[in-house]
């Protein structure tokens, strides 16, 4: 069988050299989070329709969109991959691809990074296992695991191999997925000097920043980055998102809204991280107190047509806040009914949705009618348990958030402050949690209630 070494000298099997060249422009733009992804590997398989390893990128493309007619279209790009091999028998890392496209596309995504593990122990320098893992492993809650994955292969990796800033860039999101702030900003800020285009890279110095509480810093940041973000893809929108967060802390509303409008729903999209972005953020507006108007609307029309995808948890909350937003009570029966079904699947998000998504999704609606007391019985006992539903530390906290909410709310004061107490611990240049934790401190009489008033105002001050 004909074989060409790709950009990192991996051998692939296709029928010709211009083939292997497309499809690495296709995974460089995949994981520069480019635009044009589609339409490079389009290329590819036109100058091979019996290329296994370009079959397989489209399936995992389909698997990204996180929607059922992803998966049902991944299936069908499997079935291409296997005819392919068929005919032009591969080799054994690209029929691990095959195998881990089988499992991600019938919901064992732990099958699929297991998979991808076994092809980096082998071959360190497959950048589209690298990339593709780590969606994976992060909607999977699993920190530590996107970072011993990095650290397993990046001693293979050095400034001269193609790619090798998305590699840094990747890495520099597990370490601050992982706690390691430093390390994260250092590697995150030299990915971003290799290759300003680097979103994802630019991203995790933006994660650094929020989790530290370093607001204008972020926004500064953002501003200088997004200058080199020509021809990405709706992931720059997500760093809006980053923008509009930073801004809320400053209680600059009206121009989160601007924000909001311009910049993070721009287009009524129907991609589910757009979707997302923007129910978290129009949920922390009317936590402080800001109308929102009719913007729910646009949101749960959309989500309407998600209520049976069931593909993450994280993104089924956040369709279901929409409805739940909306006032649309039957869509909201209907999606919550959904949820108890899959509940009871066979897939790994299934398990995720039995033990944590059913409770979060109840607290969602209970939230929503005001019935806070619920809120706080069906989440405390998980709560510990929250990075199980994926993505990241500052999108999780959305939930955390609706949980000291409610105890507030409900009066449970001890429940809230015990609570804040561990938030500021572990965030303790976080406006949100130094407001509420002086207010439940205030509606206690505590005598350190002045000293978290200074620190919240020094906090505001910087």
């Known amino acids: 069988m004909p074989r060409f070494p790709d950009a990192r000298g991996l051998a692939v099997t296709a029928n010709c050299a211009d083939a292997v060249r497309l499809l690495d422009e296709s995974i460089e733009a995949y994981v520069g989070a480019r635009t044009d992804t589609r339409s490079r590997l389009d290329a590819a398989l036109a100058a091979d329709p019996d290329f296994t390893l370009a079959h397989c990128v489209d399936g995992y493309l389909r698997m990204l969109s996180s929607k059922r007619e992803g998966r049902e279209q991944a299936r069908r790009a499997l079935a291409s991959a296997r005819e392919a091999a068929f005919r032009q028998p591969p080799l054994a890392r690209e029929l691990r691809h095959v195998d881990a496209l089988d499992a991600w596309s019938r919901g064992h995504m732990r099958a699929a990074t297991a998979h991808w593990t076994a092809i ?9 296992a690298i990339k593709v893992s780590q969606f994976v ?6 920190s530590e695991g996107m970072r011993d994955l990095l ?18 860039g990747c890495y520099a999101y597990a370490l601050e997925e992982a706690g390691d702030y430093a390390s994260a900003e250092r590697l995150g800020r030299r990915a971003v000097e290799l290759n300003p285009c680097d979103i994802w890279a630019a991203h995790a110095v933006a994660h650094v920043a929020e989790m530290e509480g370093r607001r204008r810093e972020g926004i500064a940041w953002i501003a200088d ?6 021809g990405c893809n709706n992931f720059a929108f997500h760093l809006r998102w980053h923008e509009a967060l930073f801004r809320l802390d400053l209680d600059e509303h009206e121009r989160v809204l601007d924000v909001y409008d311009r910049e993070v729903r721009a287009e009524h999209s129907d991609e589910y991280l757009d979707i997302a972005n923007a129910v978290s953020l129009l949920w922390r507006l009317e936590q402080a107190e800001v109308d929102v108007a009719g913007r729910w609307r646009e949101l749960a029309e959309r989500a309407r047509g998600h209520i049976h995808d069931h593909s993450l948890v994280f993104v089924d909350l956040h369709y279901l806040m929409a409805l739940a937003a909306a006032g649309d009570a039957n869509a909201v029966e209907q999606f919550l009914g959904s949820c108890e079904r899959f509940a009871t699947e066979a897939s790994t998000e299934a398990s995720v949705m039995a033990d944590v998504g059913l409770p979060l999704a109840r607290a969602v609606v209970a939230h929503r009618r005001g019935d806070f007391g619920s809120v706080v019985d069906l989440l405390l006992p998980i709560h510990d348990r929250f990075r199980r539903i994926g993505a990241s530390h500052a999108q999780r906290d959305l939930f955390e958030q609706l949980l000291i909410d409610a105890a507030w709310r409900d009066r449970r004061f001890h429940v809230a402050l015990d609570l804040l107490a561990d938030r500021t611990g572990r ?4 406006v949100w949690g130094w407001k509420h934790y002086a207010a439940v401190l205030d509606a206690l009489r505590s005598g350190d209630a002045a000293g978290a008033h200074r620190t919240l105002d020094r906090l505001r001050e910087a």
Do not use: K
Not at 427 to 430: A, C, D, T, V, Y
């Open 120 to 128: 980096l122990r082998e071959h360190p320098l497959d950048l589209l």
């Open 137 to 142: 492993l992060s909607y999977l809650g699993e």
């Open 151 to 168: 650290v397993a292969v990046l001693p293979f990796w050095d400034a001269a191999m193609p790619g090798y800033g998305y590699v840094l």
């Open 225 to 230: 980055a997004a200058s080199h973000w020509h």
């Open 427 to 430: 965030r303790p240049g976080n």
